[in-house]
């Protein structure tokens, strides 16, 4: 960070001994935490201590003119270096910190709890660039050919199942199909079906599945099997 691009703010990388603390001799009204490898408290002139970790700023009270020392304690078995920034100006980070587990909703409304938020930031004006990538890292892949495949048993849906991808088709002059059956019922748009041709396709992508559900894919054929990359969370 270039400290001459801030207004009365300056920015430094200090490392807080375990079980320890430093204090460090600058003035300001502010100090913000932009990275942090452990929680600390902080203080303001060895006053009370307050909850420190990056993505959280602290202030003196308005009737303060300002600090002439804040501390740093660490309370974990570790050295934690962070980075932080102080003055009286501000400075603006714009980045998400999530610590523990926190509660998120789904498209269809659903709350789900998770450890791992991930936040895709684009700028440009794009929504296409905007859009999420299909994320297969914890998906699984499953195939059916003239067979049925249980991804989870209803049972075993105690969370939810996303489908991050679907293939399968269907026959438009027979009874033959690769589909995606929830609680024994055929899902899925089609696609791609015109009048006059003997095969439809059917195709989706990051679907959220409620829990409780049985969720299979199902090919009555050969020639119609059905795909899915698959997440039983």
Known sequence: MNNDDLQDAESGTFIIPAHGFKSLDFI??????FNSNGRLTISFNFGGKAYFDAGIKREIPQSAEHFSSFQLFNDNDYDV??????????IDDSRLSVAGTVTVKNETNE??????????????????????????????????????????????????????????????????HGSLFLNGNPFGAVIGGMSGTETTLRSFENI?????????????????PANAWYEVL
């Open 111 to 176: 709350e789900l709890e998770t450890t791992d938020a991930k936040v895709l930031a684009m700028l440009q004006n794009s929504v296409l660039q905007r859009a999420g990538l299909t994320d297969l890292t914890n998906a699984d892949f499953a195939s059916a050919d003239a067979t049925t495949v249980t991804l989870a048993t209803a049972a075993q849906n105690i969370k939810g199942v996303i489908i991050r991808q679907f293939s399968g088709a269907i026959s438009n002059t027979e009874n033959y």
């Open 208 to 224: 959220f599945i409620p829990a409780g559900v049985l969720v299979q894919i199902v090919s009555n054929h050969g020639s119609y």
């Open 28 to 33: 300001g009204r502010f100090v913000r935490c």
């Open 81 to 90: 270096e962070v980075e932080v920034g102080w003055g009286f100006g501000d």
